[in-house]
């Protein structure tokens, strides 16, 4: 189970970190992921790890959101500088299972409103 939080209205070129604690241990998964579904809009990728130290992130995103883990907490964090109103998103987090490299899991949106 993953519980995400940290969403909320905040104003263009603010911040926000977003937190994805999971139930289990994530110390043995690769993939874990923050996407996010705007209205009328697919959902998107916006910043993984990928194990190994390995990142992706949205070309939209790149020197803004920060991805990265605390493995003692089990929990996954999405640090989101610079906000823009095109930020604006449902933001889910995933993890794959231990191993993979796609997400399995995943967590209930968390709203992200980014005002201009």
């Known amino acids: 189970q993953l519980q995400a939080s940290g969403g909320g209205l905040v104003q263009a070129g603010g911040s926000l970190r977003l937190s994805c604690a999971a139930s289990r241990s994530i110390f043995s998964i690769n993939f874990m992921g923050w996407y996010r579904q705007a209205s009328g809009k697919q959902r998107e990728l916006v910043a993984a790890?990928?194990?190994?130290?390995?990142?992706r992130y949205a070309d939209s995103v790149k020197g803004r959101f920060t991805i990265s883990r605390d493995n003692a907490k089990n929990t996954v964090y999405l640090q989101m500088n610079s906000l823009k109103p095109e930020d604006t998103a449902v933001y889910y987090c995933?993890?794959?299972?231990?191993?993979?490299?796609?997400?399995?899991?995943w967590g209930q949106g968390t709203q992200v409103t980014v005002s201009s």
């Open positions: 995933a993890v794959g299972s231990p191993g993979a490299a796609a997400p399995t899991y």
């Open positions: 790890l990928t194990g190994v130290g390995g990142t």
